[in-house]
Each structure stands twice: as C-alpha cells, then as structure tokens.
C-alpha cells in the first residue's frame, strides 16, 4: 500500500492524522547463498539450524559448527533476537542465507557478552530441520528465567579467564569455580558440567504436566511442591551468579550485562 493510499484509509477510520513524511527504521537484510529443496520454515515451529556469527570486522564470536552442535528453537517464542525470529522467513529445509542485523534487530545499544554495544552482526545460517512445535510446557515461565540465568551465568563464566578460575578472595573461601559448580574444575570442564546441569534441569521442566507441578515434595526438609523445587533451582543459581559477579569483580573483570 502506498502513503497516499494509507493516508486515505487512515482518514476513512477517523484516525487523527499525524504530519510529516514516515522514516524508515532498521531493516533485517540477507543474501540467499543457496536455496532448499526441504520443508518451509513456517511460523511458530521448532527449526534445528547451524550458524556463524560474525562482527563487522571480521571478528568470529559464536559457531555451533565449531561446536558441531546445532542449534534448535521454536520460532515465534521470542527467546533469540528478533533478528534470528525474522531471519528465516521463506527458507527451506536445506538452504542457506547470511543475515545482517542491525543492532536495534540485535543486541541493542548496550552489546551482550562478546557483543560491543550498537554492533551490526554477520551470520551465516543453514536451515536443517524444520518440525511441529511441541506443546507449551506447564512450567514455562520457569524454563524462560531459567534461559535468562543461564545466558547470565554463561555469559560471566566465558569473561572470566581459565588462570582465574581458581582464584578466591580468602584462603577458607572458595574458588571462583568452586562457587558456580560446587567443585575445583578447568574452565572447559566447568562449562560442561553448567551446561549439563541446565539439561538436565530444563528437560524437566519441559517434561511435567500441570498436574506434576502440583505434586508435594521436600526439598531440603522443607515440605513444597514439584513447582516449588523449580524456583529454589533458580533461586540457587541466581545466587551462585550474584557471588561470581562479585568475585569477578574483584579480580578485575567486568561482568557482562
């Protein structure tokens, strides 16, 4: 439709009419590198894809190739930047595209971890598999913060160097990895064991009913529900990332935001 027209439908619904010439604001723009032959990437569905992220100058800061570990989300949930949301639109099981995100489409103006505030970012994106959404899980505000802690708590562990993992402000306290794992490990080793915790936690949220959640038991003596033991999870994380933020600041590192 173009302004003159939407100006005339605006008028006909009686809309107060605003003066001036719209502006364009940021766009979502990417290169077809090779199209699928597989099934659409429709909305609202679970896509499994490979990725590599770039900045501007060249700077590599995420790949699940590297990893060899693909990535897999519901379309529409709006747990990724919108810019992932949008970047799918028209492909097909087997394609490729390199999508570039303004930062307002991104991680805005104040950057997230490896990501400088205000960055236009670079990914190469390859669609591999395109299936119905499950259901939405009954504990499905739980599992959002527990992504949202988990970005955080990622997020802080990879800023924090391996040297520093060891590092405890006393002599009787614990180290920085003794304070988000329970245990003396590697950075390497200490990511994996978080990575697995989180699994292992996050599928069972996905896993209850409603009925489950409702379901008493104890958890640390203390008599609550299956929901309940969800939220002293989380409660136990966030503490654990309160104390590694503060630890890491007083090594010198800036926790990212």
Not at 49 to 55: A, K, P
Not at 137 to 160: M, S, T
Not at 168 to 192: C, N
């Amino acid at each position: 439709m173009t302004w003159g027209l939407l100006a005339a439908a605006l008028l006909r619904a009686q809309i107060p009419e605003a003066a001036g010439t719209p502006v364009d604001g940021p766009a979502l723009k990417w290169i077809e590198l090779s199209e699928g032959t597989g099934a659409p990437a429709s909305a609202g569905m679970r896509y499994t894809v490979h990725y590599t992220g770039w900045l501007t100058d060249g700077k590599k800061f995420d790949s699940s190739r590297d990893r060899d570990e693909p990535l897999t989300f519901v379309q529409g949930r709006r747990r990724l930047i919108a810019g992932w949301e949008m970047g799918f639109e028209g492909m097909k099981v087997g394609g490729k595209r390199r999508l570039i995100i303004p930062h307002q489409m991104a991680y805005g103006e104040k950057g997230s971890g490896p990501i400088p505030p205000r960055s236009e970012l670079i990914f190469d994106i390859e669609l591999m598999a395109v299936e119905d959404a499950p259901t939405t899980p009954a504990a499905q505000d739980a599992l959002l913060a527990l992504d949202e802690i988990e970005r955080k708590v990622a997020a802080l562990a990879g800023a924090v160097p391996e040297e520093e993992y060891a590092w405890r402000p006393q002599e009787d306290t614990d180290s920085f990895s003794e304070v988000l794992t329970g245990r003396p490990l590697s950075k390497s080793s200490a990511a994996v064991e978080m990575r697995e915790s989180f699994d292992s936690t996050r599928k069972n949220m996905e896993a209850s009913s409603a009925g489950a959640l409702a379901r008493e038991t104890t958890v640390d003596g203390v008599q609550t529900t299956q929901m309940g033991a969800f939220i002293r999870t989380l409660q136990q994380w966030a503490e654990r990332y309160g104390r590694a933020r503060a630890y890491a600041e007083q090594m010198g590192v800036t926790p990212p935001r």
